[in-house]
T-cell receptor, first 109, second 111 residues
Framework: QQQVRQSPQSLTVWEGETAILNCSYE??????FPWYHQFPGESPALLIA?????NKKEDGRFTIFFNKREKKFSLHIADSQPGDSATYFC????????FGSGTQLTVMP | EAAVTQSPRNKVAVTGGKVTLSCNQT?????MYWYRQDTGHGLRLIHY???????EKGDIPDGYKASRPSQENFSLILELATPSQTSVYFC??????????FGAGTRLSVL
């Protein structure tokens, strides 16, 4: 079964710090790597995504770093804000989207 | 306005009973999905559909059936509900460009 492994399960950072969330995968056929975020009581929503032709994708304070050789990708949230507190899911897709188990991020003011 | 609407939002069912979760989308997307969300497991795909009349098995289809009678509607059916099916269920539609749009979720408790 295709798998996407995500770590850590939970992460607490102080306001202004950079939060780093990590994911790895096994299947080389994956060709699309999104991150979804889910605020408490809400549904998941797409945050940012990358394709393997790039090793970096930025959108404001959010950056995906992608390492194709090691089959790893990470989400960096710069200048973390309390409003960033949410659960973040990485995912990978070839013919279907496979989600990681999620990282619960708490940003302390 | 919500483009993916799930009903009911909360449901309590008895073991062995039949449960139907409904999903309606106004995105005119061909693809629709049912996921369940459990702590430590993230979002796991149960069934999906490429269009009206089509249903496909996802990663964890056992104990679930799906029905796609129209472009807009996609149902998840638990014929004989079990306590292990207590979870939060999300329906999503897909635009064919990789992005999924999720409904608000249904919290199901099977007693």
């Amino acid at each position: 079964q295709q798998q996407v492994r995500q770590s850590p399960q939970s992460l607490t950072v102080w306001e202004g710090e950079t939060a780093i969330l990590n994911c790895s995968y096994e299947d080389s056929t994956f060709d699309y790597f999104p991150w979804y975020h889910q605020f408490p009581g809400e549904s998941p929503a797409l945050l940012i995504a990358i394709r393997p032709v790039s090793n970096k994708k930025e959108d404001g304070r959010f950056t995906i770093f992608f390492n194709k050789r090691e089959k790893k990708f990470s989400l960096h949230i710069a200048d973390s804000q309390p409003g960033d507190s949410a659960t973040y899911f990485c995912a990978a897709e070839s013919w279907q989207l496979i989600f990681g188990s999620g990282t619960q991020l708490t940003v302390m003011p | 306005e919500a483009a993916v609407t799930q009903s009911p939002r909360n449901k309590v069912a008895v073991t062995g009973g039949k449960v139907t979760l409904s999903c309606n989308q106004t995105n005119n997307h061909n693809n629709m999905y049912w996921y369940r969300q459990d702590t430590g497991h993230g979002l796991r795909l149960i069934h999906y559909s490429y269009g009206a009349g089509s249903t496909e098995k996802g990663d964890i289809p056992d104990g679930y059936k799906a029905s796609r009678p129209s472009q807009e509607n996609f149902s998840l059916i638990l014929e004989l509900a079990t306590p292990s099916q207590t979870s939060v269920y999300f329906c999503a539609s897909g635009d064919g460009q990789n992005t999924l749009y999720f409904g608000a979720g249904t919290r199901l408790s099977v007693l």
